[in-house]
């Protein structure tokens, strides 16, 4: 069916064409006027034509003028979003119980962390892992001396390094081996999580200038380097490295209670940060994050020199030394 407007341009196109005969059969008997008539209609019915095209492109397909100005804008990222990417991941704190209540000074100064704990070197290996950390923080001590916060953005941009580099080899190699881990790689990358968190707090009371970031920077990167090739030919010994730079954390942070016990440094309220991940009580101060730091350091320590041992004695996997909950099947991954 034929729109209103397409009606009557075929109506008046039909008109040129009438008049074109017409006026061939005047001007066949000297009939001029006719075709002043023709070439007057033509232009007439052109101008119609071109009017209700211009009507047509000024309306929308429904007979309603259209919208100018800009249009809505939509979020496609957004949009695109798949639903569990929505849900957010909360870091999970590296000790058992920290989600069973609210922790205060009390409870953290109870927990038994062994302050003194030192692994003493029975290897040459041992000693090499225990001499290169000695030697590595001096130039520290000398850098920072008392400047604790510094310190320890320091101190955290470093530890958080180990344990995404053993869970990435471990990964590749379980990959390559086409066989389970023995459980090592979810510990590794919660310790590694839990040192960033770390650094995220001391991040919010610490604010490192320029230089500051740019030689943290450049030790990290150092680093990761040295780390990642001793894993690779030693993992004994990167773990052995890693639990004696645990002790010197533990040692570090001690006296930063220190330091804040004497009043050198002020006890400001704790982060919001720290407060949710360590589920501290609301009126927490700077040093019951520095308190709960420590105990993460000191759990660190265990677990790595722990490792070593394990990789010392061919009993690798966790599997056979796990606790089994009722119900949930033993499976190894």
Known sequence: MLTPTQSLLLRHASRPAVSYSAACLRQAIGGTQTRAFGIKTTLRVQEYISKAIKNDKDKTPHGEMQ?????????????SMPP????????????????????????????????????????ISDKIALWAVKSARRPT????????????????????????????????RSLQGMRHDGGWIGHLLHEAENERMHLMTWMEVGKPVLWERALIATVQTGFFAVFSLLYMVSPRTAHRV????????????????????????????????????????????????????????????????????????????????????????????
């Open 84 to 123: 569990e990417l929505r849900v957010p991941m909360f870091p999970e704190p590296i000790r058992d119980g920290i989600k069973d209540h609210k922790w205060g000074t009390d409870d953290l100064e109870a927990l038994d962390i062994g302050l003194t704990k030192h692994r003493i070197p029975d290897r």
């Open 67 to 79: 919208v100018t100005g800009p249009k809505p804008v939509v979020d496609t990222v957004f949009a």
């Open 242 to 333: 890693v639990g004696y730079l645990e002790e010197e954390a533990v040692t570090s942070y001690t006296h930063f209670i220190k330091e804040i016990d004497e009043g050198r440094i002020e006890n400001v309220p704790a982060p919001d940060v720290a407060i949710a991940y360590w589920n501290l009580e609301p009126n927490s101060t700077l040093r019951d994050v520095v308190l709960a730091v420590r105990a993460d350091e000191a759990l660190h320590r265990d677990t790595n020199h722990h490792f070593s041992d394990r990789i010392e004695a061919r009993r690798e996997s966790l599997f056979e030394d796990l606790e089994h909950s009722e119900g949930k099947p033993r499976i190894k991954y």
């Open 141 to 172: 001590d000398i850098f920072f001396r008392n400047k604790y916060l510094h310190r320890s953005v320091m101190l955290e941009v470093v530890a958080a390094v180990p344990g995404m580099v053993g869970a990435l080899i471990r990964h590749i």
